[in-house]
């Protein structure tokens, strides 16, 4: 009977024999001398019996709680981010046995997390060494090829390649950029500089940077919400989340389609939506559009490189808030954020 190596429990079974000792006692006595009122000292001592027998098993289970509500206290630190949270399993017994389970679990859980810090803090630095590398030939060739349109005025076809080139250039220096920017945000070096936002300066702010493009293309992108809705927020990468948002809107309409940015305050949450009316996603490709580089066999775009929307998620789950995509083929597509209105 291995549970009775645990010494809590031999003192609660000592006192239970104890108890019923001292009731077999009595009772003899009782029985042995023929005493007047022998029933009711037998009656009395039962009481008595089942007193400490109740007694000792309230303090042991009592004792019980208070040592799992320690080891719960515990594990709810682990769970809140307290990596040296530890529970006490110096004694003996099942329960002390499992807990040295869950103190080996967690040193094994600690010590893949620190694996993985270490893994994302060398792809960060990695990929943040390529990235510098890139740079130099990267404004290198953008260089040679702005001499090239510079010196194509009369040769309309030199022109045209090299305007090709100037897109491919653009393409590369965007791919090198969210790679960076992603990777901070894996590798949690990212802190996010929070502060309170009014939403529609920002959204103003998306509206002129897509305004151009939004010309040359013959869309239209509106804007609606109330003037007085904020969000706290790190304004760059919240800017960031949903420019790469519309970016996408932009990329997967066609000329005279219209592109909406709506935001507005609710109870607890604060929503901003991105809606169009193209061409829609295949509804298989719907649960992966979140997948980093994942390109659709559906889409027309070949443009892209499947980084924008992972990074607008990242971005969106790093404020604390979640992002959404419905869409209907050929109806159009809608982005939706909620951010928890912070209570403090």
Known sequence: MKFLTTSKIRLLFLRILISLAGFSLICAVCAGLHLKHA?????LSSLGMGLCVFASMYLYFQEQERI???????????LSGERDAHISCDEEGGLYRLFHEVNSLVSILNAHAENEKKAKSFL???????????????????????????????????????SLSEQELDRIDTL????????????????????????SEMM????????????????????????????????TWLLEAVGNIVKNAFDHTRKGCAIRIQWRAF?????????????????????????????????????????????ARAVVEAHGGTIEADSEPGAGTTFTMNFLISSG
């Not at 960060?124 to 702005?146: C, M, R």
């Open 39 to 43: 029933a009711f000292w037998v009656l």
């Open 68 to 78: 799992m509500e320690e080891a719960c206290a515990q594990i709810r630190d682990f």
């Open 124 to 162: 960060k630095d990695t990929i943040s060494d390529i990235s510098h590398q890139l740079k130099t030939p990267l404004a290198a060739l953008n260089i040679y090829n702005g001499l090239l349109l510079a010196e194509a005025a009369d040769s309309p076809e030199i022109a045209r390649f090299a």
């Open 176 to 199: 090198v950029q969210n790679l960076l920017k992603i990777t901070k945000l894996d590798a949690g070096t990212l802190v996010l500089e929070k502060k309170k936002e009014y939403l």
């Open 204 to 235: 103003e702010r998306i509206e002129r940077q897509f305004a151009w493009r939004a010309q040359q293309e013959g869309k239209t992108l509106s804007l609606s919400g109330d003037d007085a809705v904020t969000l706290s927020c790190d304004r």
């Open 267 to 311: 109870a607890a949450v604060v929503q901003i939506s991105v809606s169009d009316d193209g061409s829609g996603i295949h509804p298989e490709d719907l649960p992966h559009i979140f997948k980093r580089f994942y390109r659709s066999r559906y889409s027309p775009d070949t443009q892209g490189i499947g980084l924008g929307l992972p990074l």
